[in-house]
């Protein structure tokens, strides 16, 4: 099983659908767990952490399912703007800068349609 | 305004030269990564530094060396020994104080070898 596995899409829907990425991953022991989106030929950037109890940044839904391993990030009313590849990022154990080990998926892209 | 800033951004080489790439972080993070993407991947890390003068080895070092001279500046050097060096190269900066934080990237160097 690889250690973060994204469906790579890619999804194509229109604005103002709603859409949802789900982000599985190997390691149990994984402690923290992030959403970064990467436009085309750009670097990555931080879209919003994943937090246990779920969390929301307005229309942006972002929950962790321990149980089963998994994220998911859910996109709601969808702009144009938000065409881009979406990569899941999960931390493993430990602290300092050599065991904030952060794997990353290979990234979920998505194109928003007029 | 803080941040990251990676030169060149477009670089040719022949085969069988060695080509360092600059990162350069205002941001006075003290960690500071190296990574690579290639086409439809995920990001694999290269070499990471936490304090100047020491680095460690990432994922795929074989073929790439760094310095940590100073804390703002990380350079990477892909020597003639990486056999497959055209990539997208991603240099990041975090500071080490917040555990859990956000990773800050450049907008990368794009290396192709002729």
């Known amino acids: 099983r690889k250690e973060v596995e994204q469906d790579p899409g890619p999804f194509n829907v229109p604005e103002g659908a709603t859409v949802a990425f789900n982000c599985t991953y190997s390691n149990s022991a994984s402690q923290s767990f992030f959403w970064y989106r990467q436009d085309c030929r750009k670097e990555p950037k931080l879209l919003m952490s994943v937090y246990s109890s779920g969390n929301e940044d307005g229309r942006f839904t972002a929950q962790l399912n321990r149980a089963s391993q998994y994220i998911s990030l859910l996109i709601r009313d969808s702009k144009l703007s938000d065409s881009a590849t979406y990569l899941c990022?999960?931390?493993?154990?430990?602290?300092?800068?050599?065991?904030?080990?952060?794997?990353f998926g290979k990234g979920t892209k998505l194109s928003v349609i007029p | 305004d803080g941040g990251i800033t990676q030169s060149p951004k477009y670089l040719f080489r022949k085969e069988g030269q060695n080509v360092t790439l600059s990162c350069e972080q205002n941001l006075n993070h003290d960690a500071m990564y190296w990574y690579r993407q290639d086409p439809g991947q995920g990001l694999r890390l290269i070499y990471y530094?936490?304090?100047?003068?020491?680095?460690q080895k990432g994922d795929i070092a074989e073929g790439y060396s760094v310095s940590r001279e100073k804390k703002e500046s990380f350079p990477l050097t892909v020597t003639s020994a990486q056999k497959n060096p055209t990539a997208f190269y991603l240099c990041?900066?975090?500071?080490?104080?917040?555990?859990?934080?956000?990773?800050?990237f450049g907008e990368g160097s794009r290396l192709t070898v002729l």
């Open positions: 990041a900066s975090r500071a080490l104080s917040f555990n859990t934080g956000e990773l800050f």
């Open positions: 990022v999960v931390r493993g154990l430990g602290s300092g800068a050599g065991s904030y080990q952060l794997t």
């Open positions: 530094s936490q304090i100047v003068n020491d680095f």
